[in-house]
């Protein structure tokens, strides 16, 4: 054989292999120009990387893939929403967004008090070891919001900027009822908050949640000559809150610095938590199981709520020692409110600051 010969057949197996390539990518490019506009990053990327010994690679295909997108669209907007277009915003009306809200409502109608608890303390886990994974929603779920909400957790926080509660518990639109004030306290507006959540949205949890390095609590500490130098109605609020302080007197002992903002921050709660336990509306979805009540203290430097603290209704001619708590992990203590006691605050309370 020939050198001719030789280069002949070496030319014409080339020839053969880029034959055999082109039909390859013409099919692979048929392939694409029919895949939902939707495909994985991955597989975009993939399919460019084979198509990189032509020079015009890009320019030759994103023409098509708009075309192939202007296709796509209206066809979409003509048939049932899928999963891909809830994602990428399309295909869905206002019917469509109400019926999803009212499923969702309806799924968090049964989950039981504990199991919104747990929840909530995934969620806090998930937040402080930094793997959060609650998205801000798409354009589907917010109008979704649009025609209800449904909570279930209601949650009395503080005003303090260090403290999103949201953030905190890795939840997203919808999901948490906040209601928040300086020092958390309860007074007339944050009480008809909390009363028309557990009224009227059904919450299976509310919290009371302090938080480390409080500032209202801490000016609560002040004597109260200092206290009458702020302005009137912040005046008003810390005294009202030092009524709370007043009731740990061993406050003065403690001699850590943190310690001793902890246990001021813990004493608050506690005293917006036997607020609550003198309101009728709260005890009674205490006592027939469709309500928690807890107080927790968020420690900021680490990211972690505490939960420490729970409300529980025992009967007048029980005593402590003889009084079977309840089995929850979420509760190191509980705040116990006699059956009898309600009777006497079964009427409208009014919580003023200045009280």
Known sequence: MDVSAITFCVSGTALGAVISS???QLLSRQQQRQRPQTAPRSVRAAYRSE???????????DEPKQESRAREVPRKLTTMPTADDLENCLGFTMQEAKRHAEAKAGEAKERTPTEVLHGLQKGNTRFWM???????????????????????VAVLGCSDSRVPVEIVFDQGLGDLFVVRV????????????????????????????GHEGCGAVKAAG??????????????????????????AP?????????????????????AQIEGLSQNETVMSAVRNKELIVVGAFYEISSGIVDFFLEITEV??????????????????SFFEVKSGQLNEVAGPRSFHIGD
Not at 194 to 200: G, R, T
Request: glycine letters at 4%.
């Open 51 to 61: 198509r990189k010994f032509e020079e015009d690679n890009d320019d030759d295909d």
């Open 22 to 24: 082109l039909l390859v």
């Open 130 to 152: 930094g793997m959060a994974k609650t998205q801000t929603g798409s354009a589907f779920h917010r109008r979704a919001l649009i025609s209800m909400q449904y909570p279930s």
């Open 222 to 247: 002040l004597p109260s000559n200092e206290i009458e130098k702020e302005p009137e109605a912040l005046a008003s609020a810390l005294q009202a809150l030092k009524r709370g302080l007043e009731k």
């Open 182 to 209: 300086a020092g958390n306290c309860l007074e007339t507006s944050t009480m008809a908050s909390l009363q028309y959540a557990i009224a009227h949205l059904k919450v299976k949890v509310l919290v009371v949640m």
């Open 315 to 332: 009967p007048d001619n029980v005593h402590g020692d003889e009084l079977a708590l309840p089995v929850r992990s979420v509760s190191r």
């Open 250 to 270: 061993r406050l003065a002992e403690i001699s850590d610095h943190r310690s001793r903002d902890r246990e001021a921050v813990v004493t608050n709660v506690r």
